[in-house]
């Protein structure tokens, strides 16, 4: 009897990892096929690749790292009176990003301590619109950096260089 039982147990096991591996086995291939239909187009891509100079290192890893297509270029890169710099960026799909820097010009950019990523942006004539998950709601244009604050407060910057 006992027997019996260490039998249909190792019985079951091998059946259980047939199993699992036909599962298992069966995600891969539909992760593939995903993958491979979700491809972009390579004439899209290289239409709306990188065309310039491309955004900070810090940014294309945070892109990446976020799981946004890199690399990342340079649409508009601007300094203010503030010592605040914020880059619009572009990815080979044609979707835009913000990156802005506090600290000076100097200070090197750390997302997450003096530095700020946001995705989904908005072209809107000669501006760009980016909004925080708190609700702020940044704008830039070669003239002028806007924020518009949760709280209600707005905080414009004078543009004194532009790329």
Sequence with gaps: MVIATVFLTIIGMIG??????????RLRAQEASQTQNSAPDPAATTSAGPSGPLCPAPTQETAARLGFPTPLSQVLKIETDNGSTAWICRDPNGKLYYQGKT????ADLVERINGLFLS??????????ATATDGA????????????FATGKTQTNKVTSVE
């Design 16 to 25: 259980g990892y047939v199993l699992g591996e036909r599962h298992r086995d």
């Design 103 to 106: 600290g000076g010009l100097e």
């Design 120 to 129: 989904d942006v908005v072209a809107d004539g000669n501006e760009y619109q």
């Design 137 to 148: 709601r940044f704008v830039v244009s070669r003239e002028r950096l806007v924020v518009h």
